[in-house]
Structure formats: C-alpha cells, structure tokens
C-alpha cells in the first residue's frame, strides 16, 4: 500500500466520466480497476490523500502516468476562459477528472465497441471479452483502508493474439454485433505487428489520425478517443451525440478549440461528465 496527497483527482469522478469500462465504483470512498494486466483499488483517506492497493514502484512505474499525476490540473483550470460560464461550471462540477493513459490495445478495441452503445452495454461486452480471452486475476486480500473487492476474481484484457483467435461467432456473443469483424481485423492488425504501438505513438498527431482513420471500422470519433485516452493526445476533441448536444445548445454548434492548443480534451472531459451526470448526482 501506498499513499499519496493528490489534489484535483477524483477517482469516483474518474470512473463515471466514460473514458474506460473497467473503472467501478464500489462506495463513494473506494473505486477498483482492472489494467494493465493488474487489479488496483484506490481508497480516499482525506480530502486529497489516497491510499492505493499497489508498491511504491508499481504506484511510481505505472499508475503516476496512468492517472496523469504529472500534470498540473490547477493550472489547466486556470486557462479556461472566464467568459465561457458553460466551460466555467463543466469544470468546476467534474474537478478532479484526470485523462487515463490506458493501454493503446484495449482502448482500440473498446471504443470500436463503443460505436452507437450506451457505457453500460460497452462495459458488459469489454468484461466478456476478458472473460473469454483474458488471463485469470485473483482479487487479492486488502486491509483497512481498503474494502473487500467486488468479485473474488477478475480478467485481463486480452492480447492481441489471444483476441486474434476468436472467431467472428465467438465474438459476436459477447453482444458486439456488427462490430465483430471490425474488432476480429484490429487483433489480427495489432498481432501481425501492422500496426505497432510503439511506432505509432512516435508518430505526429495527423500522422497518427490517418493510421487510425485507415483501420476497418474506425471513423473520427473513435480515433480522436484511443488518441485521447491512450496516446495522450490531449488537444483532440472528439465529439460524440452528447458534445454536439453541447456545442448546439450552447456554442452554436462550434467550440473554438484553439482556445485551447494542448488541452481541449481535457475540456471535453469536463463537459461531457457535467452534461450526462449533473441531474443524476445532484
């Protein structure tokens, strides 16, 4: 166990903000994720201290950049224009939310998924794909200030190759319907070494947009949220039905991006948690 002070980071907030699907709330003190091949439970301790189920080095070597601990969120808060009371509000409501750095692979594949399906039919097919594919990890046995785990045990994304074996039938059972072939060319992409994450992240951003772009199945959208959330690409911007709800109510259809070079998608982050949960949480 370690622990941390850390402000502007809201692990609850984190998990309801819709960047991954293996992020839970188990209590308004305790979340639980599954990543990077681990299992990982953040407990708050006080009002910016937080305990987390791991060592010091995993903590250091793996979650600082997961979590993005090494950005200063304040200042970010600062840029915003004072003028914009929608943008304004947004961030004041989802302070605390920090863009994940997830793994290129699964976040590939869950946001092919994720096309035209709620977070909660995304979460039910991203679990069954571990299920079926992923490796077995066994929650472990935590002590206060931790809570027991919610299941006793939990599963890996797959690798690309595990996932590259499963045919369009066994995918399909997983509820992703039409997505299947999309998703079963992805593993086989990422496995034959077609597309490399490494060299992918070194590319520039329309570099890395044009790959993206070029993969069966995957259109602007989905390619603006694997760069966000997993290449850290934080000047994308991806819109989805309920960021054009936004921009239509209230910026006229449009946001002015450029306002915001290295952090419009840290913007969109906060707009798009106010807008889907400010009348469920308030």
């Known amino acids: 166990m370690v622990i941390k002070q850390i402000s502007f980071f809201d692990p609850v907030k984190i998990a309801r903000s819709g960047q991954a699907f293996r992020i839970q709330v188990i209590d308004s003190d305790h979340t639980e994720l599954v990543a990077k091949g681990r299992y990982l439970q953040i407990a708050r301790t006080g009002e910016d201290t937080f305990a987390f189920s791991c060592s010091e080095d995993e903590f250091q070597n793996i979650w600082y950049n997961y979590f993005d601990l090494g950005r200063d969120y304040r200042e970010i808060s600062k840029q915003i224009d004072k003028k914009d009371k929608y943008l304004q509000r947004a961030e004041e409501y989802g302070r605390g939310i920090r863009i994940l750095k997830q793994e290129v692979f699964e976040t590939t594949i869950s946001y092919i998924i994720s096309q035209r399906k709620s977070i909660p039919s995304i979460t039910t097919s991203v679990e069954k794909i571990s299920r079926i594919s992923g490796k077995v990890i066994k929650a472990p046995k ?8 919610i299941h006793s045990e939990y ?12 045919s369009t039938e066994e995918l399909q059972e ?4 039409y997505r299947a072939p999309y998703i079963a060319e992805a593993a086989r992409d990422f496995a034959s070494g077609k597309l490399d994450e490494k060299e992918l992240a070194r590319t520039g951003d329309e570099e890395l947009y044009k790959a993206l772009t070029g993969m069966y199945g995957v259109g602007t959208k989905v390619a603006n949220c694997i760069m966000l959330f997993s290449f850290a690409r934080t000047s994308r911007f991806p819109i989805d039905v309920w960021i054009q709800r936004i921009l239509d109510n209230y910026y006229e259809g449009h946001f002015d991006t450029s306002s915001y070079p290295d952090t419009a998608g840290i913007m969109q982050q906060f707009m798009f948690y106010y807008e889907r949960t400010k009348d469920i949480h308030n």
């Open 142 to 149: 935590l002590k206060s200030p931790f809570v027991a785990p």
């Open 155 to 166: 599963y890996a994304f797959p690798s690309p190759d595990s996932l590259a074996r499963l």
């Open 174 to 177: 997983t509820g992703v319907g």
